[in-house]
Each structure stands twice: as C-alpha cells, then as structure tokens.
C-alpha cells in the first residue's frame, strides 16, 4: 500500500457520475472522501459477508445447518448503509440480504453463524427463527420476520415516536433513549414494493416528514419474478418520486463509493428532518434466492455471467488495487485474515448449545408482568360512586384517566379524533368515534396524543406496534372486527410473535380495541361478524371480551397496564344497554385476566358464557326457573387465557353444562371449552357437553334472517330444557 498517496484526490477520480435525484431538495453537508482506512474497512466487512454465505453454503451442504439465504450482491450498498447509519443510535429495520450491513454496524460473525446453526446464545433470535433474520437488541436491529414488507409500517412506527416523543415533555421523564436526530432505517427488496404496506408506509412516513431512510435493493428477482412483472415500468423508484417530503436517490448499489454518497446524502436528509428519503440500489443476486431455490431454472446462463462482471466484491478489491489503495499481497491478507476468522467461528458456532426442549413456551407472554395475578385483582374492595354510565361512558372514562396517568399512552384509528382539523374544535361537537368511544380525548390531550390515521387497518397496527417498541403505550382502534382482516399479517406474524421469536430481545405491549358482533338489526354481512377464534388460537395474543360496562372498564385498565399485546372485544349491542350500566369503580379498579364471574348461582346445570350471550342466557335461565330448573351462569370475560378454575368448579357442582356463544358453531371457542370438559372432566358429567351457537353462515341484513342465524335466548332456553332431560 502506498501510505504516502493523498488518498482525498485518489477517491475523487473513483467517483462516478453523480447519482440521479429527484427534485426533492436535499440538505447538503460537505463531506471529506473517505481515507484508505475507511475504503479497506468497507473491503473487509464485503468479503467478510461474502465467506460467511459461501461458509452456511458450505454448511447446509454437510446438513450440518437446516438453511440459508445469502446477501450475496448486496455487500456493496450495505456496507455503505452501516458506515453512515449509527449503531445503538439509530434505528434498524433490516430484512434477510442485510448482512453487510449487519456486519458493519458491529454483529460479529460468530453471531451470525450461531443463528446458521439455531444456537441458543443466537442474538437473533435464541434459535427460534431462520438464518439471516436480523435482530440485536444492543445494536437497535428491531427483531425480523420471514413475510416481506411487514417490517415497513414498524419502521414507520419507530420513528414516529421519536417524532411524538420530542412533542409530548411529560415522555422525557418516562423513557429514555430517544436522540434529536436519529434515524430509522428500513429494507426491501424491489418484489416487496408490491405490497400494499409498502406505500403504505410511504404514505405516512411522507405525510409526518418521518426520518426513515427506505433502501430499495433492486436485485432485479423477487425469486423467479422479474422486476418488469412486478413493477410498472420496471422502476420503483420512478413510480414513488412525486411522494412529498421523499428524497428519492437512485444508485448502482454494486459501487462502494457511489453507494457511500448516495446513502450519505440520504441520512442527512432525514437527520436534519426534511422527511424521508429512499434509495433505489441497483445490486445483483449471484447466488439463487436461497438453498430451497434454483435460478438456472428460469435464468439463462448469458444472463448469470453478465451480472457476475458487476460482482461487488471483485469489483472493488480490483479497484482497490488498481487505484494503489492496496496492493494484491496485501488484499490477500485481508482475505487470509477472514476467513480464519469465519472458520474460527464457525467452529465455535457448531459445538454451541442448542435451546432446550423445555424452553419451547418461554416467553409467550411478558415473563415480568402477569396479567392473570392478585396485582390487577381490586375487585373485591371496589368502591362504586356518581351517576350509572354505559359500556361507552366507562371505557371512555378508563381510557382518560388511564392518559392523564400514563403519557406513554397514544390513541389513534379511523374516526377516533374529536376533530383533525384543529381549527374548527371550538365550533364543532367532534366526533371520537364511530360509537363514540374516544369521545373528547383529543380535546383534553392534544392531537399529538389522540389522531385519526388512514383508513388502512395494517397501517394503524405496525405502526402501533413499532411505537410500542421505542416505549410507547398504543391503544389503538379498529372500527369494526368485519374489517380487522387487512391487518391479520401484522397481528398474527408479527406483534403476536415479536417477544417469543426474539427470544424476549423485544415486545410490543399495546392495545387494540375492536367493536364486534351482531344484534344490531340491519349491521348485515359486514357489521356483524364474531369470529373470535381467528384471534383466540394466535399464541402471544391475549384476548378479552367484556360483556358489562363495570367490567368493561376494569378489563381495558388491565390491558392497558399489562406487558403483552390485548385483542380487546367491545360488543356493539353492549355499548349502550340499560341493564349493564355500572356506577364508577375509582381509577384504579382492575379485573385480572382468566377470572370468570359467576353471574348467577344454580345448582341444576352450568352455562358458559361471554359477551351478549350472557344477558341472553340470564333471561333464559327466568325463564326456566319458572319450570324449576336452577341454572348457573359463567361469564368468562377473558377468552385468552380462560378461567378453567371456575370451569371446573361449576362442572364438578352441576355435571350438566352448555357452552353459549355468538360465533357459528363449527370450529368455534366453544369447540375447545366442550372438548376440554369432555377430556379433563368426563368423569363428572351427567350428559353430553351441549353448545348453543350461531348458524355456520354469515349474518344476513333482513331481522328475522338475523334472529334465524344468530342465537336467542328461546334457543338458550331449549338447550336448557333438553339437556336437563337428558
């Protein structure tokens, strides 16, 4: 290496042309060209990336690894990533081809070869996830998942509430780490723009001027799909330049040292808070989409060996040398030095301890906070006073008190804000919600705190689900459960999954509030679904269902102070009935999950029970008392997890029981409470378990269609009679 060569005037003549913008201003900064230091660090850590695929190649060739997926052709443009982004600092939302960038920000080979062999001392995930999903709780990489796209709307969220964070004071007292200029950074490849979350994602990050850095890894394949078939136009980028705010660059990512200043460029946008910006990397993909693929099936040889002349890591070590940066020995020694290290480590990897068999369910739930213990128990000494209210009333007023104790606390959805335009607050009622449920929040705590989002129900749950990973405590709302489903890939693959597949490295406790169910004459098809058990068989997801505004409130505060993800189901036709109504229990009244209420006492038979079937079954069991029938009644009031205690008691008392519910019979909740009884609790059983549920159909708009389809209380009633005459 000639070490007296001004490395500032060498760089210089490497440069190419000038990366193509758009017409979005960037704010520059003048930056030095980088030494010879720097230019052979980012040589090591490409190459590096580079053994370490060819070594898990190598070892799931012996079956020694269960599978692999390479960075291979990105090594260029992540190392650039990694050098201008701050590790601990930042904020990394990486998908599986990052690992140059992983590299560089300081995860260490060994760590990633013990993700290759499922180690449990894996960072990444403590051997619950595949290769190359990138999580370092140390580092800021925020936990991965195999869906793509998933992790764009979290992107969006984290830095959202660094955004939110500088706007609310009462926060600096409650969390720490937020920095003035951080950045979020988050990848994808060019397949995943297709998906919906990702302009999405684009569309708030733009609207809030977020400083999320988007790279866009365009390897030309999204597997065996070309670019031309999954995007208009063939360019991404073209398609997304007129998003405001967004600081489009356009690079060849296989150029270390354009890529270096195009990215550079990038991060200054966002960190001097223009909004954000994207970056459309031009890179190659030598190497198949993974071990599980074969690209000579659908790629021609002519086409493989064009690409291979753009190989990042020949191209630069060529350069490198040409340049007299270093010269060939010297390269070599780098080279010598990896892949000892690689070895080394692989080594090290393959005699690490695997994860034992009886950790499988750690970490489903907090392991901190037990929802379910005596701590959220204050029932018993429960002091009610003032006026009766509503389910409405008193979940409002648990949402407010629970705001003004907690600044943690954002509320946001469709409709939820009194009024978005705040300039018309003071000449208008305001809305807070289709049911007006939020009713006034935004007005007694601003805007930053209480906002309507887009009407996309995946953009309100990653978002929220990334904000609750910076410390935030989302309650969020769904506006009815019939349009829950957009958002099922970001409830069930990732806050669901976040704190068991990263091994307790990260959580998203947050809260979504859902208006379900049916009897409302005329909610039709689409306003009165009740499919709970979508949700109620997701691990990590616990699910309440009140039935009472008392226990409605008591319910949601526990939700709210617990550490895990809450599904929480508010029944439509609940919301303003006179005979749930409940005088105010103080505002620290809470309900543990999985404790059942015994709505009624009897002795003849036992119904199970949740939601707006109770009060059907309460009429129904009058009824048949008049005939002598004693009937008791369970409200379960928790559906994840459930009080099997008060199930068993009431069994082993009444060996009779029927299991009621709004959602159809087939493969409904009450499917697993009948074959649990039936396994655990044969013995005490004076008949068969009998179920009294809605039609397998949907709820049809006509009012006598809808009391055909949906269960009454003469349809409790019936079961009761036949089952006492079993």
Known sequence: ????????????????????????????????????????????????SRRLD??????????????????????????????????????FYPYYRDRALCLQLGMTPLEQLLSAVGAEADPNSHGRQMPSHWGHSKLNIVSQSSPTGTQLLQAV?????????????????????FKKDEVTYVSLGDGTSSEGEFWESLNT???????????????????SVPVEVQTAGGDVSHLVENFPSLYVQRCDGTDAIESLETMRRAVDYCRHRNGPALVHAKVIRPYSHSLSDDEKLYRPNEERASEAERDPVKRFGALLIDEGVIDQEGLQRIKDQVDREVNEAADIALGSAQPLRETATQYIFSPDVDPTSKQFDTEAHVQL????????????????????????????????????????????????????????????????????????????????????????????EIQFFDYIWPAMHQIRNELALLRWRSGNEWKAPLVIRVPIG?????????????????????????????????????LLRTAIRCDDPVLFLEHKHLYRQAYNKSQYPGDDF?????????????????????????????????????????????????????????????????????????????????SEIAARI?????????????????????????????????????????????????
């Open 678 to 726: 039936s396994d655990e609790l044969f013995e005490y059983l004076d008949a068969p378990v009998k179920r009294v549920c809605a039609l397998d159909t949907f709820v049809a708009y006509a009012p006598q269609l809808e009391d055909a389809i949906l269960p009454q209380a003469a349809d409790v009633a019936k079961a009761i009679a036949e089952l006492k005459a079993y």
């Open 205 to 223: 990050a733009s609207n809030l001027k977020l400083p999320v850095v988007f790279l866009v890894e365009d390897n030309g394949y999204a597997i």
């Open 518 to 554: 049916g009897y409302l004459k005329g909610g039709a098809v689409y306003h009165s679904q009740s499919g709970v058990t979508m949700f109620t068989q997701i691990p990590g997801l616990r699910v309440i269902y009140p039935s009472n505004a008392l226990d409605g409130n008591g």
């Open 385 to 476: 006073s003032g006026n009766t209210g509503t389910m409405v009333d008193l979940i409002n007023r648990c949402l407010d008190t629970e705001m003004a104790r907690d600044p943690r606390i954002v509320v946001f959805g469709e409709d939820v804000a009194d009024c978005s335009r705040e300039q018309y607050l003071d000449s208008v009622k305001g809305k807070g919600g289709v049911f007006k449920v939020t009713a006034n929040l935004q007005r007694k705590y601003g805007s930053v705190r209480v906002f309507n989002s887009p009407l996309a129900e995946a953009n309100i749950v990653g978002r929220a689900i990334g904000m609750a990973t910076r410390g935030l405590k989302p309650v969020v």
């Open 590 to 670: 809470m309900i543990p999950f999985a404790k059942a209420k015994k709505v009624r006492e009897g002795r003849d038979l036992s119904i199970i029970t949740y939601g707006a079937l109770v009060q059907r079954s309460v009429v129904a069991a009058r009824q048949m008392e008049q005939e002598g029938v004693s009937v008791e009644i369970i409200d379960l009031r928790s559906l994840v997890p459930f009080d099997w205690d008060a199930i068993v008691e009431t069994v082993k008392k009444t060996n009779r029981v029927i299991v009621a519910h709004e959602d159809s019979l087939s493969f409904g909740y009450g």
């Open 157 to 177: 969220g984290c830095a959202e509430a660094s955004y939110r964070f500088q706007l609310i004071p009462e926060l600096q007292k409650r969390i720490s780490g």
């Open 54 to 91: 060819d070594k898990e190649i190598q070892l799931k060739g012996q079956n020694r690894i269960f599978f692999q997926i390479s960075g291979a052709g990105h090594e260029a443009i992540l190392t650039a990533a990694g050098m201008v982004l701050k590790p601990s600092y930042d904020w």
């Open 1 to 48: 290496m000639n070490a007296d060569m001004n490395s500032d005037t060498k760089v210089l003549r490497l440069v190419r042309k000038p990366a193509e913008s758009s017409t979005t201003e960037a704010t520059h900064e003048t930056h030095e060209w980088p030494d010879n230091k720097l230019l052979l660090e980012m040589y090591r850590t490409m190459y590096l």
